[in-house]
Nanobody
Framework: VQLQASGGGLVQAGGSLRLSCAAS????????MGWFRQAPGKEREFVAG????????YYADSVKGRFTISRDNAKNTAYLQMNSLKPEDTAVYYC???????????????????WGQGTLVTVSS
């Protein structure tokens, strides 16, 4: 599967953005999906994950209550709605697909097989 992330941009603190991750192919519904981010000078970190049917989600503590991951299997697209953005949310955001078929989303990079190219989110103070 090929992944294309989009929706990044410049936003003021307190604002919102919605990221999209469009997947190619007919097998999107088989994959659990995740969002990761990498801030300047830092390692890539997990943000949120969702199972193939949307039945289970998981969030990093730093975004819990502010970000919402979702998916539309009919559109082969996963989303990350980001509200109440903070300057520390500034990063390149990556979407990823996990083919293991488990009933819970992965939280670690090695659990994901396919990665999108990343989209930059900049939050100004």
């Amino acid at each position: 599967v090929q992944l294309q992330a989009s929706g990044g941009g410049l936003v003021q603190a307190g604002g919102s953005l919605r990221l999209s991750c469009a997947a190619s192919g007919r097998t999107f519904r088989r994959y659990n999906m995740g969002w990761f981010r990498q801030a300047p000078g830092k390692e890539r970190e997990f943000v949120a994950g969702i199972t193939w049917n949307g039945g289970s989600t998981y969030y990093a503590d730093s975004v819990k209550g502010r970000f919402t991951i979702s998916r539309d299997n009919a559109k082969n697209t996963a989303y990350l709605q980001m509200n109440s953005l903070k300057p520390e949310d500034t990063a390149v955001y990556y979407c990823a697909a996990d083919s293991r078929g488990l009933e819970y989303p992965g939280r670690f990079e090695h659990e994901y097989d396919y990665w999108g190219q990343g989209t930059l989110v900049t939050v100004s103070s």
